[in-house]
Every structure is written in structure tokens, then in C-alpha cells.
């Protein structure tokens, strides 16, 4: 309890600092990488949140998209306010993610996994075939307004912050045991009266409307949001921060989030070998630190540091 | 005996009518009718393949029958699913995979309170009262897939009465205890039904512990109801030792 309270604490002078820095720093090309970094952290929390009911969730990069283009429609077409166009995101996102969650998830593992696979290309597609979307040119012109111009930074660190600590609750409370069981095994929760598909559209529903916000915060942040955004391949990167920081905790994707986006900006100066030394840390992670950087206190405590992956 | 046939004239809780499943061209049940009785201990016994289970599977929601009509405290749960039936007071446990082994022994008795019990404290004062009833107090904080065998088995019936069922199943509950487990096993289902007011249909393999504690047993051989009756009648039931024991030669 002492360690959890001791984490939870830093975990929140952390978002402090970012929020300060994101406020007073002058430097826009360090602010945006702080934002990058809470915006893959969000990524990688929900995808792991639905690991909870141990589904692998590819369409995570879908509701991110959706969110993003909500906001972008909301902004720039139907010329919403501000924050109407940001709570858009959230909602139409969970709205989708409802429907699309009650025909799907009664399929399991590798069946749920290419549905959501497959669901993220073909709203991807849709976009790119879409030209009141902008087609493949993606839409543009999503600026916060000019009064809060100064605080966006801020406030976008301020939402995605508040979303890893709200998905942070919600794992600690009973539906987050609920959850745990219905992975473990989804034949007790429903012998003593839970509805196991009602409470996987849920944490489902959650995933998806938080990160179709932090979708709505990226199209204001990036101003331009296209569909090769939103491509599967979002969702592999978010599934490489939970695995690189850590599957067992919360903590595990933020980490894992924060060290890959920051190798990231470091490999861009390898041009066109920036794939190969990002995925070469990838392998490596995987193969020498299974549970990820949150599992290396067990490992240490076993003395079983080095090992084989774990599937 | 006469305890017995008051027993018999308690209110009928379940009854299945013709009940049939049909795995492709296997009938794993075939034309069963039962009645369970309020207070009665019942016992479902028969060969391994005999159908058991499936029957289970049939009662409790996690399988439809492919005929007949199923009924619970005077409803028609044919066609209800296991989230259903289980909210009416219908809680089964399971013969394997019964627990989950991956969670402490407090939160697998937390999870079966959910449902019922809308306040952490409830939940919490629930938890401790179950685990106390079967001897899991002192293992709370164990991770459930460390337990040994004796105390999984107790804490799947934990999961279970955590849950407050009126009618308790209990697939195959002594499955890998020992001698003095056995007992106090059985204790506890007399206790259960005794004190908790709680009525059990039992499978079980160990023909001394099902003579010892039901009022009632149906045998099952290749789907079919073998034979019915008291634990004296059924021991003396001439194609029920042929079942088990196979014909003289």
C-alpha cells in the first residue's frame, strides 16, 4: 500500500512538472514531445486496459482516428466551440466502440483481434475515400482558440494526464477486479450472476471513448490529421510500449511509451535506418526483459534477471 | 425415513422435463425429467461419459438443451442464459478450471459478491463470513492457483455460497481429497443445507460420500435416468451394479 501511494505520488508531481512545462517552457519542439509522450502513453494504457479482459485490441488506432476526426469535423465543418468539439470525441467514439463491441465481442482472442484489425482499415479507407474528410489529404485547420492559445499545451497535458490517472481508478476499483476475473476466467464471473459480454462491451466502451478524447486533443495539437494517422500500425506501437514497459502495471506502457517516443526522436537523425534501430530495441527488449521494466523487481527478487520470453 | 419423505413434500425448485442434448449424431442426455426439492440433498451419479456434466451444463445456463423444458422457483428457464439463471439463485461450480487462479482467495469471494451486494463493506463483511465457513480465513491474501488442492476445492465452494445461492450445484466437489477432507467436506454441505437453508444437487464419483449425505440419487448411464430412489434403494438397484460393475459372466 505504502509502495502504491509512494508511486501514485510521483506518477502525479510527474504530470505536475509536465503540465509546469508545457506552461512555461519556451521551447515548442520539447512541449510537443511531452505531448507525444502522454499521447502514447494513452494509447498504450488502452490497449492494455482491454488486455484486462484479455482481448488485444487492435481497433485502439481506430477510436483514436475516430476521435481525432470528430473533433476535426466538429472544429473546422460544423464550426463547434472548443470544448464541444473535444467532448465530441469521447462521445461518438463510445457510441461506435458500444455498437461495435456488441457484435464483436462475443468472438475471442485471434477472431476478436482481425475484426479489429480489419475494423481499423476500413475506417481508415473510409477517410481516404471520403472527401468531405479531405480523402488522403486529411483534413486541416483545427486551432484551439486564440484566448486559450498560449494554455493548449497545458490543458492537452492536463486531459491525457487525467485520462492515465481515471483509467488508473478504474482498474483499482471492483469493475477493474471484474475485469481481471472475466481474463482469468469468464466462467465464474457469469456462475455467480455477472453479465461477462455487458461488462466487456464496458471496458471496452472506456478504452475506446478516452482514447477517441485524446484523439480529439491530438487533431488540435497537430492542427493537420490525415489517415495514414490512423493506421493499424498505431495500435503495434502502443502494443510495443505495454510489452517494452510492462504488462503487470499501469506504470508498465506509460514507461514503455515514454522511453520508445524519446528514442524516437533520437532515431530520426538514422533517416531511413530509424525503422530498423527502433525495431532492433523492440526484439531486444522482448528477448532479454520479458515482463518489461515494471517486471525487472520481480525478476530481480527471484534472481531470475535474464530469461526467455514469456508468450 | 421419516425425516426423509418430509423432505420429499419440501416445495419442488427444479424440474426438468424431457430434457435432450445432442452433440452432432452423440446424445449426451436423453429424455431426463427430475424434480429437486426445497432442503433435499440430491445426488446425480453414473459412469464417466454418462452425462453428468452436460446436465449441468443444461440447468445451469451454459448450454441449451436441444429439447425439453427446464424450470426454476415456478419459471420457464429453458431458454435463459447462465448470467439469468444465475441471478435467480441457480450457482454451480465447476468440475475443473473452477476458480480463478490468477486472483487472491479474497477476490475470487469478492467477485461472486458483486452482483448481490451493492457496498464495499457488504462485500468485504461477505467475503470474511465465507471464508471463515470453509476454512479459508487465514489464506485471503494467497493467490488462488497456489492453494493446495483441499483448499481450491473449498474455495470454489467459497465462490459459490459467496454468491447466495438457493439451490447449490456441485460438480464433482471431492475430486482429489483425502480422507479427512472428505469429511469435512461433507460437514460443510450438511451445515449448508442444515443452517444456510440452501438445497444441493450434487455429482460425485465417491459412492460412500453420496450414500452418506443425500436424501435422493438419480443414476445417469449413456444419458439415460438409470434408476431413482434412496441411497439404500439405488445401492441394491440391480442395473445400477451392472452399470458400475459391468454384468456377471
Known amino acids: 500500500m505504502l509502495k502504491d501511494n509512494l508511486g501514485l505520488t510521483l506518477c502525479i508531481l510527474i504530470a505536475l512538472a509536465s503540465i509546469g512545462f508545457a506552461l512555461f517552457s519556451g521551447d515548442p519542439y520539447y512541449v510537443q514531445v511531452v505531448i507525444w509522450v502522454f499521447t502514447n502513453a494513452v494509447l498504450a494504457v488502452t490497449l492494455r486496459f482491454v488486455l484486462l479482459i484479455g482481448e488485444l485490441n487492435i481497433a485502439t488506432a481506430a477510436f483514436f482516428g475516430i476521435g481525432a476526426y470528430t473533433t476535426a469535423v466538429a472544429s473546422t465543418i460544423m464550426d463547434w466551440t472548443f470544448f464541444a468539439s473535444l467532448l465530441a470525441a469521447p462521445v461518438i467514439a463510445g457510441i461506435i466502440s458500444a455498437l461495435f463491441g456488441w457484435i464483436t465481442l462475443r468472438t475471442k482472442g485471434p477472431y476478436f483481434l482481425l475484426i479489429s484489425f480489419a475494423f481499423t482499415e476500413i475506417v481508415r479507407l473510409f477517410y481516404t475515400k471520403t472527401e468531405a474528410l479531405g480523402g488522403n489529404s486529411g483534413m486541416i485547420g483545427m486551432f484551439p482558440p486564440m484566448a486559450l492559445n498560449d494554455y493548449f499545451p497545458a490543458i492537452a497535458v492536463t486531459i491525457l494526464a487525467a485520462i492515465l490517472f481515471g483509467l488508473y481508478a478504474a482498474e483499482r476499483s471492483n469493475l477493474g477486479r471484474v475485469f481481471k476475473a472475466i481474463q482469468n476466467n469468464e466462467d465464474i464471473p457469469r456462475s455467480v450472476g455477472l453479465n461477462v459480454i455487458g461488462l466487456k462491451i464496458l471496458c471496452f466502451v472506456i478504452a475506446s471513448a478516452t482514447v477517441g478524447l485524446a484523439g480529439g486533443v491530438h487533431a488540435y495539437t497537430n492542427s493537420v490529421i490525415a489517415p495514414a494517422d490512423f493506421t493499424y500500425f498505431v495500435a503495434v506501437l502502443a502494443l510495443a510500449y505495454v510489452k517494452i514497459g510492462g504488462e503487470g502495471h499501469i506504470a508498465g506502457p506509460i514507461i514503455g511509451a515514454t522511453i520508445l517516443t524519446l528514442a524516437g526522436q533520437f532515431l530520426h537523425s538514422f533517416g531511413p535506418y530509424e525503422n530498423i534501430f527502433y525495431g532492433a530495441i523492440i526484439i531486444g527488449a522482448l528477448l532479454l526483459v520479458p515482463g518489461g521494466i515494471v517486471g525487472l523487481g520481480a525478476r530481480f527478487k527471484t534472481g531470475k534477471f535474464m530469461g526467455r520470453a514469456e508468450r | ?249
Do not use: W
Not at chain 2, 91 to 113: G, P, Y
Not at chain 2, 212 to 225: F, K, M, S
Open chain 2, 1 to 249: 425415513m421419516e425425516a426423509l419423505s418430509n423432505k420429499n413434500k419440501g416445495k419442488v425448485l427444479l424440474r426438468a422435463e424431457g430434457l435432450e442434448r445432442k452433440f452432432g449424431g452423440l446424445t449426451a442426455v436423453a429424455d431426463f425429467s427430475f424434480e429437486l426439492r426445497e432442503g433435499e440433498i440430491l445426488g446425480l451419479i453414473g459412469p464417466n461419459g454418462a452425462g453428468k456434466s452436460t446436465t449441468f451444463n443444461l440447468i445451469s445456463g451454459f448450454m441449451p438443451p436441444t429439447s425439453g423444458s427446464l424450470s426454476f422457483l415456478d419459471q420457464n428457464i429453458t431458454s435463459k442464459n447462465a448470467t439469468h439463471i444465475s441471478r435467480m439463485g441457480l450457482i454451480r461450480t465447476f468440475q475443473h478450471e473452477s476458480l480463478l487462479s490468477e486472483m487472491s482467495v479474497a477476490d475470487n469471494i469478492i467477485i461472486a459478491t458483486t452482483h448481490r451486494l451493492k457496498s464495499q463493506a457488504a462485500r468485504l463483511e461477505k467475503m470474511q463470513e465465507t471464508a471463515k465457513l470453509t476454512g479459508l480465513e487465514d489464506h485471503l491474501e494467497v493467490m488462488a492457483g497456489s492453494l493446495p488442492h483441499g483448499l481450491q476445492r473449498m474455495l470454489s465452494i467459497a465462490i459459490a455460497l459467496a454468491a447466495e445461492p438457493k439451490v447449490l450445484c456441485l460438480d464433482e466437489p471431492l475430486t482429489g481429497l483425502q480422507g479427512a477432507e472428505v469429511g469435512a467436506a461433507l460437514d460443510l454441505f450438511e451445515m449448508i443445507r442444515s443452517e444456510l437453508g440452501i438445497t444441493i444437487l450434487l455429482v460425485e464419483h465417491n459412492m460412500r460420500a453420496v450414500m452418506r449425505i443425500c436424501d435422493r440419487i438419480l443414476v445417469l448411464n449413456h444419458g439415460r435416468l438409470l434408476a431413482a430412489g434412496t441411497p439404500e434403494e439405488v445401492s441394491q438397484n440391480q442395473l445400477v451394479i451392472e452399470a458400475y460393475l459391468g454384468h456377471k459372466k
